[in-house]
């Protein structure tokens, strides 16, 4: 799997929006950009993933870049909940294990905190 | 819509001894995953199951092991327990369709101290 690149840590103010950006210059044309995060004491929660496109759900916003080489996830008013650490993660869908894609390989990924 | 659950949520063992951790899948999913989880650092990928074989596996050693049921369910054994094994066990479910894994749900994990 490609290599993602993450600042280790990011302080946002609550009801602020939060871009975490994300590098990925080495990924493959059947790599999608998956992010999850880990709330404390928590097992890693699915937010967001996208191929080429620009991606929004209830969560958050993912903002890819035209080459692909980066991308952006926005979170547009964050809350004392959205503390927490953000993995970005390429998942190549060509990895058929046996008809099964491959695992999500983790970073360190960025602590994110939030002030009231 | 029942979530990951993953049993005991925390757990002792001696240098040397076995464990046994367990995990019930999300309701409809087939694929399950173990990841270990040292303190500060992210999850790394111990071995996925997919109608009840091993699917994958990472760098971890044979006596690390598993199984899943018909149900889905699954266990992750550990034998010959050493004092790095101590983090926490997160176990992943998924629904395989058509050769591709939807997105990921984790349950809590169990904390392994080994003393």
């Known amino acids: 799997d490609a290599k993602t690149t993450q600042p280790n840590s990011m302080e946002s103010n609550e009801e602020e929006p939060v871009h975490l950006p994300c590098n990925h210059s080495t990924i493959s044309g059947t790599d999608y950009i998956h992010w999850y995060r880990q709330l404390p004491s928590q097992g890693p929660e699915y937010v967001i993933h996208?191929?080429?496109s620009n991606v929004n759900n209830r969560m958050a916003s993912l903002a890819i870049a035209e080459d692909r080489k980066s991308s952006t996830l926005i979170l547009h008013r964050a809350t004392l909940r959205d503390a927490a650490v953000y993995y970005c993660i390429l998942r190549d869908v060509g990895m058929n294990y046996g008809g099964s894609q491959g695992n999500l390989i983790f970073g360190k990924g960025t602590k994110l905190s939030v002030k009231p | 819509e029942t979530g990951v659950t993953q049993s005991p949520t925390h757990l002792i063992k001696t240098r040397g001894q076995q464990v046994t951790l367990r995990c019930s899948s999300q309701s409809g999913h087939n694929t399950v995953s173990w990841y270990q989880q040292a303190l500060g650092q992210g999850p790394q990928f111990i071995f996925q199951?997919?109608?009840?074989?091993?699917?994958g596996r990472g760098n971890f050693p044979p006596r690390f092991s598993g199984l899943q049921f018909p149900n889905y369910s699954s266990e992750l054994n550990v034998n010959a327990l050493e004092l790095d094994d101590s983090a926490l066990y997160l176990c992943?479910?998924?629904?395989?369709?058509?050769?591709?894994?939807?997105?990921?749900?984790f349950g809590q994990g169990t904390r392994l101290t080994v003393v």
């Open positions: 992943a479910s998924s629904r395989n369709r058509e050769g591709v894994n939807t997105e990921a749900f």
């Open positions: 996208g191929l080429t």
């Open positions: 199951y997919y109608r009840e074989e091993e699917n």
